[in-house]
């Protein structure tokens, strides 16, 4: 599935730093999440945003601020990370029109916080 | 609590054999359940899906077989090929009870599948 975007692929930042993650669908869906997958762990919903508003906040650190402007578009702003937060985040969006609802994945977002 | 479970880490599999990934569940509340292939440095793709309604669903080479009374899917790949080889992850969702228009997916932590040639 290729409807769904994430830049930048790779990103490496300091605890300092301040950087976004975008998302972009191209699927005309409803919804859309931010997962992070960290090493040998499940894939942790982190939000889940629906027709634009913040619906479910899954106690992540406000170190992570999502910000949803439109249906097509989703971000991820990131600031005074913490080495551990390095992980892999996937974007996904899926139809959100009533069960059941399949979502799909973006490539992804390499993340290094050193 | 880990809702989803796939209890083997990784499978090996000769080229053109079945390969069958296992995963097992305890929430009675799920009613959805896909499985997503994913490839390293990419992001997850999904493959298939079955309802609780069903049992059986099957595309192509690919089936999900659903036993509801023992809480246990299962991913089908006959014939397997070596471009099959991924990590397979699968999820669940309480589409219908939990009472939202999206997918809330709680997935298990994977099973790395090998196909030798």
């Known amino acids: 599935e290729t409807g769904v975007t994430q830049t930048p692929r790779h990103l490496v930042m300091g605890m300092t730093n301040k950087k976004s993650l975008k998302c972009e669908q191209h699927?005309?869906?409803?919804?859309m999440y931010w997962y992070k997958q960290s090493a040998k762990k499940p894939l942790e919903l982190m939000f889940v945003y629906s027709l634009e508003e913040r619906v479910e906040n899954n106690s992540v650190p406000s170190r992570f601020s999502p910000e949803c402007p439109n249906s097509s578009h989703l971000f991820l702003h990131l600031h005074t990370l913490q080495p551990e937060d390095s992980a892999l985040y996937l974007c996904?969006?899926?139809?959100?029109?009533?069960?059941?609802?399949?979502?799909?994945f973006g490539p992804g977002t390499r993340l290094t916080v050193l | 609590d880990q809702q989803v479970k796939q209890n083997s880490p990784s499978l090996s599999v000769q080229e053109g054999r079945i390969s069958i990934l296992n995963c097992d569940y305890t929430n009675s509340m799920f009613d959805y359940f896909l499985w997503y292939k994913k490839y390293p440095a990419e992001g997850p793709t999904f493959l298939i899906s079955?309802?609780?309604?069903?049992d059986k669903n099957e595309d192509g080479r690919f089936t999900v077989f659903l036993n509801k009374s023992a809480k246990h899917l299962s991913l089908h790949i006959v014939p397997s090929q070596p471009g099959d080889s991924a990590v397979y992850f699968c999820?669940?969702?309480?589409?219908?009870?939990?009472?939202?228009?999206?997918?809330?997916?709680?997935f298990g932590q994977g099973t790395i599948l090998t196909v030798h040639p």
């Open positions: 996904a969006s899926s139809p959100g029109q009533g069960a059941p609802d399949t979502q799909y």
């Open positions: 699927l005309g869906h409803n919804a």
């Open positions: 999820a669940a969702s309480a589409g219908s009870a939990g009472g939202t228009s999206y997918g809330k997916l709680t």
């Open positions: 079955i309802s609780s309604i069903k």
